[in-house]
Nanobody, 127 residues
Framework: QVQLVESGGGLVQPGGSLTLSCTPS????????IGWFRHAPGKEREVVSCISSSDSSTYYAESKKGQFTISRDSAKNTVYLHLGSLKPEDTAVYYCAVVHEPSGTGLCVAGNGMDYWGKGTLVTVSD
């Protein structure tokens, strides 16, 4: 049974940073794209960033370029999302998800046909 386990969420002050991690069990991240999505109260779920395990290509939502950084440690079979310069509007539940995608991140960015989802980790940005 495949499970994606996210960690690293929490309460942080505006301007602070967090690093989220996503580690799958029962799945090796080869030929998969891994994405981070978020769902804020009253808003639709949105894709934040994706990374390809095959060609290491990445995608960022336009508003998050330069603020968030996605990375992958193949030895640990883990994907990270560093959240920098956090703002109250970044408050959301952050989910990681994977989709079988031999190259690129197109399927991940579309977000509709992800193969597996984690349960999410809450990030709260507040004083």
């Amino acid at each position: 049974q495949v499970q994606l386990v996210e960690s690293g969420g929490g309460l942080v002050q505006p301007g602070g940073s967090l690093t989220l991690s996503c580690t799958p069990s029962g799945l090796t991240l080869n030929d998969y794209s891994i994405g981070w999505f978020r769902h804020a109260p009253g808003k639709e779920r949105e894709v934040v960033s994706c990374i390809s395990s095959s060609d290491s290509s990445t995608y960022y939502a336009e508003s998050k370029k330069g603020q968030f950084t996605i990375s992958r440690d193949s030895a640990k079979n883990t994907v990270y999302l560093h959240l920098g310069s956090l703002k109250p509007e970044d408050t959301a539940v952050y989910y990681c998800a994977v989709v079988h995608e031999p190259s690129g991140t197109g399927l991940c960015v579309a977000g509709n046909g992800m193969d597996y989802w984690g349960k999410g980790t809450l990030v709260t940005v507040s004083d």
